[in-house]
């Protein structure tokens, strides 16, 4: 058997944290068995459903490097296959038509309400025959749902779970306009496009009992199912827009990287021994759903990023140059030039030790193409006083006179002159950085200036003994 699963989101909004765990689950699942991963876009509900919603569905998969097989799939494009069901249903007795008139379920809910008990269909129409119809009603079409016994479930995280048929009421598969529900739209689709394995959210299990009833009324083999626990904040609150239950997009536009987040979602809710780190390849060789655990996992920001921070130090150079590059050009108001680009991924080993985003990547990366004179903020105006330019001046002429540009040869001369002039290394290096970066945090200031070269090195220092 070829595994098969499905990530089917509603583009109703972005593509959140949520179900990006669950398409990760699934595109890992058919991964790692070698099968197909396919999206459906849910999109019967044709109010709330939205061109720029699809397209953030696609776009935040593309970026996650979650590619599925074949086309998406439009649910409303399948709404005849939908029909076709549920007049196969009727035509075997296992649905029938409802003419309830609205006042008729109104004073339902209401004897519910009073009775403290959820609302079900009585099922006053279940027996009946369209002969028996009033006039000036269109009729729903209700599954007859078993109502002795029980329907058992063995979920593949949750174990088996049941619930007895008299919890279960008569639902609605097409509505009185034509319209097919969810109910029916997800299991005619999973049917005709082969899913074999249904992962999602545990949200999703009392809808499971229904869907399974559909399946056996329909003659089909339903598919295995794993419901998944749900992400819950750091405070174990459930998962809202104060703890980061944002757009795929915006962890994009804060700086984190695809692989990390891959990684760090992987990790909610399913584990490997005690790795932590787990890169895509050995993720697809690991996972299975024996890992994934029971209870809600919760979402950590801070160790989101601390997962970034790694990614970025194991990130290849030129690949962190063109993911910061759109951010520099923006700053610079131009384009990075080859020159640009060559000196960011000469520096970028010393830039991204520091960096734990993005986003800070590229604001510490941009002195090294910044205009000149360089702007200075206002602790590296302190070191660059008086004093600190008589001690710039003196590191200027040594450094003019040093034959050998490279790091260790700049530091033994700059540590002989500290010796020399009976001053503290530091006193000599931090005017120096000031200079050189326009700050007084930067990477090594030896690394700094090899990557700018003697030219610039000792052309960005006259700019700061010239300025004030």
């Known amino acids: 058997m070829t595994v098969v699963t499905r990530f089917a989101p509603s583009p109703t909004g972005f593509l959140h944290i949520g179900g990006a765990r669950t398409a990760l689950f699934n595109w890992l699942f058919a991964r790692h068995h070698g099968g197909k991963f396919l999206l459906r876009i849910e999109d019967t509900d044709r109010k709330r459903s939205s061109d720029d919603a699809i397209e953030a569905i696609y776009a935040g998969l593309k970026w996650l490097e979650l590619d599925w097989d074949g086309d998406a799939v439009s649910q409303f494009s ?46 006053r129409w279940r027996d009946k025959t369209d002969a028996d119809a009033p006039a000036g009603i269109d009729p729903v079409i209700r599954l007859k749902a078993p109502r002795e016994g029980a329907t058992v479930i063995a979920d593949q995280v949750q174990g088996e779970v049941t619930v007895a048929n008299d919890q279960l009421d008569d639902m609605v598969l097409m509505r009185a306009d034509g319209t097919p529900t969810y109910m029916l739209a997800v299991v005619v689709d999973d049917h005709d496009m082969g899913i074999t394995h249904v992962i999602r959210g545990d949200d999703h299990l009392t809808n499971a009992f229904r869907q399974y009833q559909l399946y056996q009324a329909l003659g089909w083999r339903p598919p295995e199912f794993a419901h998944i626990p749900l992400i819950h904040g750091a405070d174990g609150a459930k998962l809202s827009k104060r703890h980061g239950a ?73 690949r962190l140059v063109g993911l910061i590059a759109p951010a520099l050009a923006e700053r610079l108001g131009r384009d990075l030039t080859d020159d640009d680009r060559a000196r960011l991924s000469k520096g970028m080993d010393g830039l991204k030790e520091r960096a734990k985003t993005l986003v800070e990547l590229a604001d510490s ?42 790091a260790q040869s700049m530091e033994e001369s700059l540590k002989k002159l500290a010796e020399e002039t009976d001053t503290k290394l530091g006193m000599l290096a931090q005017p120096l950085r000031a200079a050189l970066s326009g700050s007084n945090v930067s990477p090594g200031i030896f690394d700094i200036m090899v990557v700018l070269g003697r030219q610039e090195t000792v052309e960005r220092i006259e700019d700061s003994l010239n300025q004030g």
Not at 91 to 113: F, I
Not at 370 to 378: F, I, K, V, Y
Not at 391 to 397: G, K, Q, W
Request: glycine share 8%.
């Open 78 to 123: 399948c709404i005849e296959q939908h029909r076709k069901a549920a007049l196969t249903l009727l035509a075997n007795g296992n649905a029938y038509r409802c003419y309830c008139s609205p006042d008729e379920l109104t004073e339902m809910r209401e004897q519910a309400r009073a009775e403290g008990k959820p609302m079900r269909y009585d099922g």
């Open 365 to 406: 990366a941009y002195f090294y193409v910044a205009p000149r004179p360089l702007q200075l903020n206002d602790k590296a105006i302190k070191l660059l006083d008086k004093e600190g330019k008589q001690r710039l001046a003196i590191v200027r002429d040594r450094l003019a006179a040093l034959e050998d540009w490279q």
């Open 246 to 318: 944002l757009g795929i997009e915006s962890y994009r536009d804060d700086g984190m990287l695809p692989e990390a987040l891959r990684n760090y979602l992987l990790k909610l809710g399913w584990g490997h021994g005690d790795d932590e780190i787990i890169p895509t390849e050995k993720a697809i060789e690991w996972f299975d759903l024996g890992g994934v655990g029971k209870a809600a996992a919760r979402f950590d920001t801070v160790k989101l990023t601390s997962l970034n921070a790694h990614y970025i130090r194991e990130a290849d150079n030129d």
